[in-house]
């Protein structure tokens, strides 16, 4: 059963490999033998990740790039190929919510900016899921084989309270990748949803605890609607992630949607 999960023929990329949950997806692929581009703005931080995975005794290097930039991500592509050859499996890890677009408590839906509705939209579906899904996907599909992997979020299935516009542009991104499940089928290229559930980042750390680390009252609320009554840690997300990647182990899988939360979403009352 183990040969089912070997990437050792593959290359790997994973977009948003400096974050937190982006940074343990790329230390899962790594493990499982694929060669590992960690893609990002910030060459510090992708520094730290590529000395972990290569003292873990996997092999990887930092690209810069911003994923909302087409010519960025073509020179990204072309370079990682390079050096590593054909990409096979690309991961879409970036993404986030901005303050300005987070409705306070009691506040009113129609004053919400226009700006940081689009930033929002921007950050989550275009550079998150559409311009590396094109770059990277055609290389894909003109080989026919890969295996796209897109991070949306458990708030995209249940629009969460305050945090609309992230909720929405996450129902896009699910929306997205059973689109192009569909049209990329016949030329063998899977594509594929995580949906995390609540795992501190820095982007949400502010709304989940209070100064002193203890839960804040949102953050108690969603550890009480959670049947497994705590928070996922990033290498929660490593199982889903390799499966996914892997075609031994997931090769009829596409358009699907993996929802990793602990069972929030199952619960109703």
Not at 65 to 90: F, K, N, T, W, Y
Not at 102 to 125: I, Q
Not at 162 to 184: C, D, G, P
Request: with cysteine; net charge neutral.
């Amino acid at each position: 059963m183990s040969g089912l999960f070997s990437l050792e023929n593959d290359v790997a990329v994973v977009i948003g490999g400096t974050g937190g949950l982006g940074g343990a997806m790329a230390d899962a692929l790594a493990g499982q033998g694929a060669k590992v581009a960690v893609v990002g703005r910030s060459a510090e931080r992708g520094a730290e990740r590529v000395a972990a995975i290569e003292k873990a005794g996997g092999v990887a290097f930092f690209q810069s790039a911003d994923a909302l930039e087409h010519a960025s991500l073509v020179a990204a592509r072309d370079q990682i190929e390079a050096q590593l050859g054909p990409v096979s499996i690309l991961v879409n890890a970036a993404g986030g919510n901005k303050p300005e677009a987070t409705l306070p408590p009691g506040s009113d839906f129609c004053k919400l900016p226009l700006d940081a509705w689009r930033e929002v939209f921007d950050l989550n579906l275009v550079g998150g899921v559409l311009l590396p899904s094109q770059v990277f996907g055609a290389k894909m599909v003109a080989r026919q084989r890969g295996s796209i992997i897109n991070i949306a979020s458990m708030s995209g299935m249940i629009p969460l309270s305050r945090v609309v516009a992230y909720s929405a542009a996450k129902a896009a991104v699910i929306n997205l990748t059973q689109f192009l499940a569909r049209e990329w089928a016949p030329f063998r290229v899977r594509v594929n949803a995580i949906s995390p559930g609540f795992f501190p980042a820095e982007q949400n750390r502010a709304l989940l605890f209070n100064a002193d680390g203890s839960l804040s009252a949102r953050g108690s609320q969603i550890i009480g609607h959670t049947p497994m009554a705590r928070f996922g840690a990033p290498k929660e997300l490593s199982g889903a992630v390799a499966w996914l990647a892997a075609e031994a182990a997931s090769s009829f899988v596409t358009g699907q949607n993996i929802v990793v939360d602990g069972g929030f979403s199952a619960t109703t009352i």
